[in-house]
């Protein structure tokens, strides 16, 4: 798992029918450097998001296998928004 940001929502025409009524997000993942105050960020991936996440918000993204996990059924799904992040406190090593 990590943290990511939210960029906003992707539209798709076509959809999988397994994807009815939630969304897919535009997240670009944190790097070590970005907890740092850095604005270092992975390249962005898509997210599949069941808890509302908005635009700006901070959230953690589980991806691979355990991205899927979730779903009764098998789902096409390779990131998911596994939390929303309210507050964070990093304490730096001395």
Known sequence: MRLGTVMG???LSVRHPSYCGERLLLTLP????T????QKFDPSIVVYDQLGADAGQTIVISEGRE???PFPD???VDAYCAALVDNMFIQSKP
């Open 35 to 38: 907890l740092r105050g850095g």
């Open 9 to 11: 929502r992707v539209t």
């Open 74 to 76: 098998p789902t096409p």
């Open 67 to 69: 991205a899927a996990c």
């Open 30 to 33: 944190w790097r070590r450097e």
